[in-house]
């Protein structure tokens, strides 16, 4: 019974989630839209004297998008707030960096024999460790 009780809850709240809308709401029409035409990052972080971001405050931007309406072609602008990327994105962004360096390494060694050989030995001083 309880089985039952709780596979229709979940059933409940799966559908609520679902029926949630999504997109940018057009300010004549009142139609979704999840289409955007352009974007423009907009940054609020602190700034040095030079210009450069200072880097004792957190990064604070968002993103402008404009979209138009696919009902009454409306164009509107809308701001969609940028989520921080967590653990999971950085060590995946980290992954794709290091396999594009080490093919850089191994097509780099295939061309020239003298890197080909320098690679070997700082391998081999790896392996040491």
């Known amino acids: 019974m309880d089985i039952i009780i709780g596979g ?3 059933l409940i709240v799966s559908i ?3 029926s949630m809308p999504k997109g940018y709401k057009c300010s004549k029409c009142g139609t979704r839209t999840q289409k955007i035409q352009s974007t423009k990052t907009i940054d609020l972080t602190k700034q040095k ?3 450069s ?4 405050y957190k990064d604070k931007y968002y993103d ?3 979209i138009e309406c696919k009902k009454c072609k409306n164009v509107f602008e809308a701001v ?3 989520k921080e990327k967590d653990a999971a994105e950085w060590h ?3 992954d794709e960096l290091a396999d594009k360096i080490a093919k850089h390494m191994r097509d780099k060694a295939k061309k020239n024999p003298e890197y080909a050989k320098s690679m070997k030995e700082v391998q081999k001083f790896i392996d040491e460790e």
Not at 53 to 56: A, V
């Open 49 to 51: 004297k030079d210009g």
């Open 80 to 82: 969609k707030i940028k």
């Open 53 to 56: 971001n200072d880097r004792r």
């Open 92 to 94: 995946k962004e980290g």
């Open 16 to 18: 609520l989630i679902l």
């Open 8 to 10: 229709i809850v979940l």
């Open 64 to 66: 402008r998008v404009t």
